[in-house]
């Protein structure tokens, strides 16, 4: 149900509140290891292509050496810096998220224990990986492929028409199969919950089973519970891969058709795309470190994509909680 | 247990060697592509430099070989994710219903002990932990070796030194993560998953706590506070996580800037190629995404040791009881001896119940007083077997108890227990979950003894209706009778009744007493309480006293 989920999102977005700065210090720290990440490339294609083709010694590369190694230590900063402030986001819309949920519905008959357990601790730590890593990833996705396939059009236009071309179709096709994912995943989180209930009853009653003689034939309906469990999370999962599938066809699409594109340009085969100049190795091997990196922050955010679902089916069960309070206030007593 | 998850293991051993290969397979030919992508590029670049040399240069095989690669890479991708991970849900189903019925000979006396939400705990997240077993550790880490090897071989064909200087890094990089980052990770993730499970026994205790008692105030402030200790342990390991990232990203790094270090004066002096060089380069970046997989599996152990030695600690808990194996025997006698026996609980010295001697003759109706804490309850466990007495025999007719099997002592002796358990089921479950032939005729015969009938029927869905979690759509009366009517439904020549007045007024009693007149004078019926107008009922009364 796309209102729903739309719901959920608004919803979601909406408990950020303090938690703003640290998402945006997130997204900071991602964007600086980006583009360290680019000097980096561009500093060893421009010292391979030195030495490869200038015959240049060590003694004349030192600057470049160092600039490299800087980025290197810069990178492993930022990245350290990236993770903690995405932890500090994630866990202050947690608590903030719990502490009003336990106060709204200790006592609350429409719940049970299991179902109020499972949602305050599972599913709300299910918000964790939408918060820590998919809305970071969203806001930097659209800032460093565009300096990356900025850089590349510089490099060469056809390579970076053609990444322009096929970057677009992988959150494209990545929308077609959320659609269906997280339509699947609302489903599965539904039936976790109903699962956990029905095993917390099972093992809560088991005493009682026992008295009666009971126990062993009990097993088949948890055997049947278990695989219904399995069934479901199998089903969401496959989708996942579908999607993450999708970028791996891309980005290794790329890469192959890119290397071998630039050798034949390098060959003298092919003149086309790199604007009437000649193509250099230092501008073909820029272009093969980049290309990967391009669809890896894609690809980051195909992966953060199911947290997002597994987000969005959490939030909707904690809204629908919250929605229907005290509503089944039926007591036949 | 271990021997059982081998067990497992080996039995889904073909699907699991497929998932490996394609793992294996995945990860071979990623950063294959990349190299042999930059190698021919290098090359190329060099012949290029002058027409002839270009002319010369076969670019079929390498440009054919990128594209093989680029296609195994896409197929390997998704069938190696869909494989594992079907293969380890699987085997997550089979255990969690191991784990069920591993609990079956620790009940009851350890299940009415046991905190109500942390089998639950184990049922759930400590089975779903024990994929990782599997997914991030066996499965990449063994990939990774075979990988690390053969990148070592390859590089070492070409440069002996590389070849050394890599490996150097590599395994001071993977001494650094397995020595600093594992031991911090394994003791944050341990109490990730331990304050988890306490959480989740909290918030059941804390929930059900609510509807007994309607107490509220501190404790909503004490259970979010208990979540704070919980991320206070995430941080830790977000720590290591960043810290992790980095230093993968550092090491990658440092190892190409000390290859270029050294291999720059090699290519000088035409002891390397450039095309080698680049291929080894892109070789090393390759294996350290790859090689990235152990901090991952460092991180993700702690976590789930925990779930393990959780598991462990319910699975070879020794039951109380040991039942004996034999088919059911001939039974001379239903009279019910017991003999001097004297019991006390596990942990405590002081004895429950002492030197207590009773004989109770087939079809009589005996009540069994004595102030709360005098050991009515306990005497009914040890008729049920709950528990086996320190010392001292019970008897039915010739048969000490202990000789009978489990299902012919529940066939002979049935407990309705203070507390009833009420499934989260219709009413009719909850009447005939013990037999499946009983109809609906039967249930609503037994519902009119035990006064309910009348209540039933005018529910809108009647036997359909849902009684809740422990029954809660009822009242504690209504409950405690449905429960003497699923007993009534379960024909045991002994019953046993604790405290069936509770909640019960006294017309109720009298009624229901009556409508069953004719079911209990076929039994023995025992009824623990301390209820005097139901005693009186009895046909006589014994005294239990500490």
């Not at chain 1, 948890?222 to 579908?242: E, G, H, N, P």
């Not at chain 2, 990782?132 to 070592?152: C, E, G, N, Q």
């Not at chain 2, 002081?350 to 004595?370: A, T, W, Y």
């Amino acid at each position: 149900m796309p209102e729903l989920s739309h719901n959920a999102y608004r919803w979601l977005l909406s408990q950020l509140t303090d938690a703003k700065r640290y998402l945006m210090l997130t997204a900071l720290f991602t964007i600086l290891a980006g583009g360290c990440m680019i000097i980096q490339a561009f500093s060893l294609a421009t010292v391979l292509d030195r030495v490869f083709i200038h015959h240049a010694i060590r003694n004349n590369l030192l600057e470049l050496l160092i600039i490299f190694l800087c980025t290197v230590i810069a990178r492993s900063f930022f990245l350290y810096w990236r993770e903690l402030f995405a932890e500090k986001t994630a866990v202050r819309v947690k608590t903030k998220i719990r502490k009003k949920y336990i106060k709204d519905h200790c006592g609350n008959p429409a719940l049970n224990a299991g179902i109020f357990s499972t949602t305050v601790i599972n599913h709300v730590e299910a918000l964790h990986g939408f918060f820590s890593n998919y809305l970071p990833q969203l806001m930097t996705v659209a800032i460093l492929p565009a300096i990356i396939l900025m850089v590349l059009f510089f490099q060469n236009w056809l390579i970076g028409l053609m990444l322009l071309c096929s970057a677009p179709l992988v959150p494209l096709f990545m929308a077609f199969i959320g659609i269906k994912a997280a339509a699947q995943h609302k489903k599965h989180t539904h039936l976790v919950s109903s699962i956990h209930d029905y095993f917390l009853d099972r093992i809560q009653g088991l005493s009682t089973l026992l008295f009666f003689g009971q126990a062993t034939a009990g097993k088949k309906s948890v055997v049947a519970a278990a695989k219904k469990y399995q069934d479901s999370t199998l089903r969401v999962l496959k989708i996942a891969f579908l999607s993450s599938a999708t970028l791996e066809f891309f980005a290794t699409l790329a890469i192959a058709m890119t290397a071998i594109y630039l050798g034949l340009g390098l060959l003298g085969f092919i003149s086309f795309g790199f604007s009437g100049t000649m193509p250099t190795l230092q501008k073909t091997l820029f272009i093969l470190l980049l290309a990967p990196e391009l669809f890896a922050s894609l690809k980051q955010l195909g992966n953060d994509y199911h947290a997002k679902n597994e987000a969005i089916g959490a939030a909707n069960i904690i809204l629908e909680t919250t929605c229907t309070e005290k509503k089944n206030d039926i007591v036949f007593a | 247990m271990i021997l059982f998850l081998l067990k497992q293991v080996l039995h889904a051993r073909w699907k699991l060697l497929l998932g490996f290969s394609l793992s294996l397979l995945l990860a071979l030919s990623s950063i294959a592509l990349l190299a042999i992508s930059g190698w021919f590029i290098t090359a190329s670049a060099l012949a290029g430099l002058t027409a002839i040399t270009a002319m010369q240069f076969n670019y079929f095989i390498p440009a054919g070989v990128i594209r093989l690669l680029a296609f195994i890479r896409i197929l390997s991708r998704y069938f190696d994710r869909v494989v594992n991970h079907d293969v380890t849900l699987t085997l997550l189903s089979q255990w969690r219903v191991w784990f069920y019925e591993k609990l079956l000979p620790l009940s009851p006396a350890k299940l009415i002990h046991a905190e109500r939400g942390k089998l639950l705990n184990h049922m759930t997240q400590d089975i779903n932990t024990l994929d990782r077993y599997y997914l991030s550790f066996f499965l990449p880490l063994s990939v990774t070796f075979i990988v690390l090897m053969a990148v070592i071989a390859t590089t070492f064909y070409f440069s002996p030194m590389i070849s050394m200087l890599s490996f150097v890094t590599i395994l001071f990089f993977i001494l650094m993560t397995v020595l600093f980052v594992l031991p911090r990770a394994l003791s944050a993730g341990s109490k990730i998953q331990e304050s988890m499970m306490r959480l989740r026994v909290e918030c059941v205790e804390f929930f059900q706590g609510y509807f007994d008692k309607q107490q509220y105030g501190d404790t909503s402030q004490s259970l979010t506070d208990r979540f704070l200790l919980l991320s206070y342990f995430q941080k830790k390991m977000a720590k290591l996580k960043g810290l992790s990232i980095a230093s993968t990203s550092f090491f990658s790094g440092l190892t190409i800037f000390l290859i270029l270090w050294i291999a720059i004066p090699l290519v000088n002096q035409h002891i390397l190629s450039a095309a080698i060089l680049t291929l080894l380069i892109l070789l090393v970046l390759g294996t350290f995404e790859q090689l990235s997989v152990i901090p991952a599996a460092c991180l993700s152990l702690g976590e789930t040791a925990q779930a393990v030695t959780e598991l462990k600690k319910v699975v070879n808990d020794s039951p109380e009881v040991v039942f004996s194996a034999q088919h059911a025997q001939k039974m001379l006698s239903l009279d019910l001896q017991i003999q001097q026996i004297s019991f006390h609980y596990p942990n405590r010295s002081q004895n429950v119940i002492h030197d207590f001697s009773l004989m109770i003759p087939h079809r009589e109706k005996i009540g069994i007083c004595g102030p709360s804490g005098a050991g009515k309850s306990t005497l009914a466990y040890l008729l049920t077997r709950v528990w086996d007495p320190q010392s001292g025999d019970i008897f039915i007719g010739d048969k000490n108890l202990k000789t009978l099997s489990e299902s012919q002592l529940r066939q002979t002796i049935l407990l309705v227990a203070q507390n009833p358990h009420i499934f989260n089921t219709t009413v009719r479950e909850n009447l005939i979950f013990s037999r499946k032939d009983i109809d609906d005729q039967a249930c609503w015969e037994a519902l009119k003894k035990v006064v309910l009938a009348d209540v039933i029927r005018s529910l809108p869905v009647q036997l359909d209706t849902p009684m809740g979690e422990f029954g809660k759509y009822f009242s504690g009366g209504q409950i405690r009778r449905i429960a003497i009517a699923r007993a009534l439904l379960f024909p045991t020549p002994i019953l046993i009744l604790d405290e069936p007045s509770a909640g019960l007024d006294e017309n109720t009693m009298t009624t229901l007493w009556e409508n069953c007149a004719e079911d209990f004078s076929r039994k023995t019926i025992i009824v623990l309480s301390h209820d005097e107008k139901l005693l009186r009922k009895m046909g006589r009364v014994a005294t239990l006293e500490n």
